[in-house]
C-alpha cells in the first residue's frame, strides 16, 4: 500500500524477448510479497491457447489487440510485478497504460546472450528461419523502443540475484513503492477482460 492507503504502483518489466523478465519478475514478486503477472500467461489463460497456436492460427493481429486489451485493465496501480511481452512496447497506448500503473523497469541483453538463451526453442513465433538474423532485425526494429523504462538492467551483465537487487535499489532510491520485503505471493488473477 502506498502512504495514501491505495495500491503500490505495478512494477512492469520491459524489454525485448528473453531479457529475463518472466525470471526477474517472478523473484522480485517474491522478494517483496507481490503478486505476479505475466502478460503472455494472461493472454493464454484468457484466449485458451498458447502464444504460438495465437500468432499461428489468428496472427499477430489478433495477439497484439488482446495485449491492447490487457494493457488497458492494467493502467491502475495494483501492486503487481507484471513481466510483459517482448513486444508490447511497440503500441504507445500500451506504453502509456502501463506507465499510468505504474513504473516502467527495462531488461536488455546482447544479441549474442538473447541468441544463446532462445537455443533451440520452438515456441518463439517471431523467430522463424535464421534465429540469430532475426533477433538481430528485431532488435534494430525496434531500436529505442523499450527507452520509454525510466530504469535499465543488462540481464547479460548481472545474475538474477543481482538484476532483483538492482531493481529494488532504485525503487527504493526512487520512492516508487512499499519495497519492504514480504511474504511470498502466488500468480495474479485478472477478470476477464472480454465480459
Given at each position: ?145 523499450y527507452d520509454v523504462a525510466e530504469f535499465t538492467v543488462d540481464t547479460g551483465e548481472h545474475s538474477l540475484s543481482e538484476t532483483v537487487r538492482l531493481i529494488i535499489d532504485y525503487l527504493k532510491e526512487r520512492k516508487h513503492d512499499d519495497t ?16
Amino acid at each position: 500500500m502506498t502512504e495514501a492507503g491505495g495500491p503500490s504502483p505495478n512494477i512492469v518489466l520491459i524489454g525485448f524477448m528473453a531479457t529475463g523478465k518472466s525470471a526477474v519478475g517472478r523473484r522480485l514478486a517474491r522478494i517483496l510479497g507481490r503478486p505476479f503477472l505475466d502478460t503472455d500467461a494472461e493472454i493464454e489463460r484468457l484466449v485458451g491457447k498458447p502464444v504460438s497456436r495465437i500468432f499461428k492460427e489468428d496472427g499477430e493481429i489478433r495477439f497484439r489487440s488482446e495485449e491492447a486489451i490487457l494493457c488497458r485493465k492494467l493502467a491502475a496501480p495494483r501492486g503487481l510485478v507484471i513481466a510483459t511481452g517482448g513486444g508490447i512496447v511497440l503500441n504507445p497506448e500500451n506504453v502509456q497504460n502501463l506507465r499510468a500503473g505504474g513504473v516502467l523497469i527495462g531488461l536488455r541483453a546482447d544479441p549474442e546472450v538473447i541468441h544463446r538463451r532462445v537455443g533451440r526453442k520452438r515456441n518463439r513465433p517471431l523467430l522463424r528461419g535464421d534465429v540469430r538474423g532475426r533477433i538481430e532485425a528485431l532488435l534494430q526494429a525496434r531500436a529505442g523502443a523499450y527507452d520509454v523504462a525510466e530504469f535499465t538492467v543488462d540481464t547479460g551483465e548481472h545474475s538474477l540475484s543481482e538484476t532483483v537487487r538492482l531493481i529494488i535499489d532504485y525503487l527504493k532510491e526512487r520512492k516508487h513503492d512499499d519495497t519492504r520485503i514480504k511474504g511470498g505471493s502466488g500468480p495474479a488473477a485478472l477478470p476477464d477482460p472480454h465480459r
